[in-house]
């Protein structure tokens, strides 16, 4: 399995990006596709997730109404909408797929791939 992120760039205080995550690979089925973000010098921290079963979305409250996940499971694709964006959003956002369901999706270790990260900056 390979997840494939993109759409990150500079983008000034108040703008939109979106991100997009592909995963490619043999053909399956999956519990959960997220976004993770790490900023330089702290934790990498959860973003937002979306289960592929219902579509339930998950997002952290840091991001709550100005961000918002959504999916096409034909395709195999995971979006993530960043609007109103802030300094404090920059840092390296991930994707991350897991492949059983589970009781907490804002844990790292809900998820068994990783991309390789796109880098949102947000300038002041």
């Known amino acids: 399995v390979q997840l494939q992120a993109s759409g990150g760039g500079l983008v000034p205080a108040g703008g939109s990006l979106r991100l997009s995550c592909a995963a490619s690979?043999?053909?399956?089925?999956?519990?959960?596709m997220g976004w993770f973000r790490q900023a330089p010098e702290k934790e990498r921290e959860f973003v937002a997730a979306?289960?592929?079963?219902?579509?339930?979305?998950y997002c952290a409250d840091s991001v709550k109404g100005r961000f918002s996940i959504s999916g096409d499971n034909a395709r195999n694709v995971v979006y993530l909408q960043m609007n109103t964006l802030k300094p404090e959003d920059t840092g390296v956002y991930y994707c991350?797929?897991?492949?059983?369901?589970?009781?907490?999706?804002?844990?790292?270790?809900?998820?068994?791939?990783w991309g390789q990260g796109t880098l949102v900056t947000v300038s002041s």
């Open positions: 979306i289960r592929q079963t219902g579509g339930t979305t």
């Open positions: 991350a797929l897991g492949l059983v369901a589970t009781f907490d999706y804002t844990r790292r270790s809900a998820y068994h791939y």
């Open positions: 690979g043999r053909t399956f089925n999956y519990a959960v």
